[in-house]
């Protein structure tokens, strides 16, 4: 077991932390031989949000990134006070680098390196923007309802094209992105049981207004 590289900055002093350490990233071998970063939240505040990256080395060596934002990803959740999580990193049985980059708490301070950090809020706003477009989107077809379902899939994948595709901001592709992935499945999985598309449409502006509700309160809360 190592300790996973990671850089600091004291914008966290307000906290409360175990051995002055507010994070403890480790890494070490799953029991299936994957590389794994478990995370200590040793403070008193959850964890809102982090990012690593990962490097394998090999044959053919890759590297890549995470972003862990629950308040974006809803199957994802915050660390909670003096808690752990442990995520297997990178292919199966492939010699692994880890570095923690980052993390903003709750309660809007941050840790580790302030060009991630600042990544950390600017996909928050990015998702935020994104969400104020679908609302519209979705309110302009509450009130001119279009056809069918795939007339609205049609519509968000116009915004991608025009909003999105071109970007050049990495960030952009991800979180804006996924919003939009995840709207366009909201749509598909509700057609066959909601039937009509008005009911579709007001379930929609009800979930992602409820998602950009708890991506504007981690902004409020100092992550901005």
Do not use: C
């Not at 794994?36 to 890549?64: C, E, M, R």
């Not at 199966?92 to 580790?112: H, K, L, M, T, W």
């Not at 071109?166 to 749509?187: E, G, K, M, P, R």
């Amino acid at each position: 077991m190592q300790t996973a590289g990671f850089f600091m900055m004291a914008m966290a002093a307000n906290l409360s932390a175990q051995n002055g350490q507010l994070i403890t990233a480790t890494q070490s071998l799953s029991a299936s031989g994957q590389a794994q970063l478990t995370i200590q939240n040793n403070t008193d505040q959850p964890i809102g949000a982090f990012v690593y990256t990962w490097a394998a080395s090999g044959v053919t060596p890759i590297k890549g990134f995470r972003f862990y934002e629950p308040a974006l990803y809803l199957a994802e959740r915050p660390i909670a006070p003096r808690a752990a999580l442990a995520l297997r990193v990178g292919p199966p049985r492939a010699p692994v680098s880890i570095q923690f980059r980052a993390a903003v708490f709750a309660d809007g301070s941050a840790f580790g390196d302030p060009v991630w950090v600042a990544r950390i809020i600017h996909r928050r706003q990015l998702a935020v923007a994104t969400a104020d477009d679908m609302l519209k989107l979705l309110n302009d077809d509450r009130s001119n309802p279009p056809a069918s379902v795939g007339d609205i899939a049609a519509q968000i994948e116009s915004y991608k094209a025009a909003h999105i595709s071109a970007s050049t901001d990495q960030d952009v592709h991800d979180a804006a992105a996924y919003f939009i992935t995840w709207l366009n499945h909201n749509l598909k999985v509700q057609e066959p049981t909601l039937g009509n598309v008005p009911s579709i449409i007001q379930r929609n502006i009800v979930l992602v207004a409820d998602v950009r509700t708890k991506l504007a309160a981690s902004l409020a809360s100092g992550g901005h």
